[in-house]
């Protein structure tokens, strides 16, 4: 008998066969709130940067605060899934995310939006492991859970996709705060059908929750994640860099460690024995690092350089959402027939050649090639988010599928916060680097201009329209500049991270 087999949920209405779809579709509902919320505030960026006044700083942690949060916490939530149950879970970070989303969504500074994104991420951590691995016990059947998964995956992929679209169009009628505002009826259906249509599950032997582990893998993640984000931003010139480095460094092996010793594991590390498992994790890692980085700051070059509103801006990003729903639907088939090794190169690949288009990208581009670009790099994160999850879940013991699931969207989190940690630092350096002032600016108007193109915006306002115009035209050029430099070096991670999961899928020579 297998350890699978050893436990499997209580039968419930949820099991019969026209409930299962109809609960699957419960668990696509949160992953979409989920993920729009990950990338909804894009378009808002400018109208926060006018309202709020954030530094260039708080910015980027406005971006990125989280999706570190999230990061930090998924390993500890996916496991605490598996003990207490993953739909008792999933209810309380529905609960606590609309709780969260109503206090950004009047946030009256930079502090406090940086704040309640971060308790968005606590509540998003609770949720995302809680779906995934729900799927693997609504779905017994490894054809079904393919479909199953790939249906989760288009959604997931999808949100992220349409969250500008749905940024632009509250936008257009209504204050940033609006986007937050969206999550509060959405997330009162799915605490009603959720607690109706959902079954419950856990790990029928978990063991204690080591407090200990929780403690070490958030401080890890989240102080080497720190220290790259800085150190990007600012060098290594501060102590703080270098002391959270080698602390966060430090804190993840004495976490690996501990799991070797342990009875029962916050996180099974073993895991990554299995050369599918580690392929996925990687794959996930990477696709994210080289997209969001990049994609965080597409959304202000269509709006302040192109002179597009929120809600055109949406629009334009419109063949990601088509590429990622397409791929994600198809990735069960294609794996299929040319094998998971071929279809997650395919989709590295692809991401990496459609990002490499985009460091040649100019003020005046034609939009058709920007189409393109981004329905490739909507199908390559699609494929490649979908296959990495199936990847995951079938490696894993279904017992443990919570923590191993959690796993799979840490390396999503983890990697759209590097992402903009990294190639975002790139950028505001290339455009800091190339933005130049006339003589006689208010020293406060000329740091604000230098830090973002948004404070560019607001500095030539203030100018004469002459000189105004050039200083403007200048910091867009430098911006472009700096997108494409950024582009560049993401492709270059996808095309290494590609070659990188061929060798790890190579056949066993047993």
């Known amino acids: 008998m297998s350890t699978t087999s050893l436990h499997r949920p209580t039968r419930t209405a949820a099991h019969r066969p026209d409930r299962r779809w109809i609960a699957l579709g419960v668990l696509v509902l949160a992953i979409v709130l989920v993920a729009i919320d990950a990338t909804v505030l894009v378009l808002a960026i400018p109208s926060i940067t006018e309202t709020l006044r954030p530094s260039s700083t708080q910015l980027l942690w406005i971006g990125d605060i989280y999706s570190f949060v999230l990061a930090g916490l998924l390993v500890s939530m996916g496991s605490l899934s598996d003990r207490i ?12 995310f609309g709780a969260a989303s109503l206090v950004a969504a009047y946030a009256p500074g930079p502090g406090w939006l940086i704040a309640a994104r971060a308790l968005l991420g606590v509540a998003g951590a609770t949720i995302m492991p809680s779906t995934l691995s729900l799927i693997r016990s609504l779905f017994p059947d490894a054809r079904e859970r393919g479909t199953a998964i790939g249906i989760w995956g288009a959604a997931a992929t999808a949100g992220a996709a349409a969250g500008p679209l749905v940024g632009g169009v509250l936008l257009e009628h209504f204050w940033w705060g609006s986007v937050f505002l969206l999550n509060l009826p959405v997330m009162a259906l799915l605490l009603v059908l959720g607690g109706w249509l959902l079954p419950e599950s856990r790990d029928p032997k978990p063991g204690r929750w080591d407090l200990a582990s929780v403690l070490l893998s958030m401080f890890g993640v989240i102080a080497v994640v720190y220290a790259i984000k800085e150190a990007a931003a600012h060098g290594v010139a501060r102590w703080d860099v270098p002391t959270a480095a080698v602390l966060g460094t430090l804190a993840l092996v004495v976490f690996v460690r501990r799991q070797l010793r342990l009875a029962t594991p916050l996180l099974d590390v073993r895991l ?5 498992f580690t392929a ?11 997209l969001a980085g990049v994609v965080f700051f597409i959304s202000q070059y269509l709006q302040l350089v192109r002179g597009y509103s929120p809600l055109k801006a949406g629009l334009a990003e419109m063949p990601a959402f088509a590429g990622a729903v397409v791929a994600s639907m198809l990735c069960a088939r294609l794996a299929r027939r040319a094998g998971a090794r071929v279809a997650l190169v395919v989709g590295l690949l692809a991401m990496g050649l459609a990002m490499g288009v985009l460091g040649w990208l100019q003020q005046d581009t034609a939009y058709l090639v920007l189409a393109g670009v981004f329905t490739v790099l909507g199908a390559g994160e699609g494929l490649v988010y979908t296959l990495s999850a199936d990847l995951v879940l079938t490696a894993a013991p279904e017992e443990k599928s919570g923590a191993a699931s959690a796993v799979s969207e840490t390396a999503y989190e983890l990697g759209t916060a590097l992402g903009i940690a990294l190639f975002g630092s790139v950028l505001t350096a290339v455009y800091a680097h190339g933005v130049g002032l006339p003589a006689g600016v208010d020293p406060e108007l000329a740091a604000r201009a230098r830090e973002s193109l948004g404070g560019a915006v607001e500095a030539a306002a203030t100018l004469p329209a002459g000189v105004g115009q050039v200083m403007l035209a200048q910091a867009r050029e430098s911006f472009v500049h700096g997108l494409g430099i950024a ?6 991670l996808l095309i290494a991270g ?12 047993r």
Request: charged share 15%.
């Open 498 to 509: 590609a070659v990188l999961a061929w060798f790890l899928l190579r056949p066993s020579r």
């Open 280 to 290: 996925a994790i990687l794959g996930a890692l990477v696709a994210l690092i080289g």
């Open 272 to 276: 990554f024995a299995d050369r599918r």
């Open 85 to 96: 149950g993953r739909k008792k879970l999933l209810m309380i970070g529905t609960a606590a």
């Open 487 to 492: 582009a560049v070096l993401a492709a270059g």
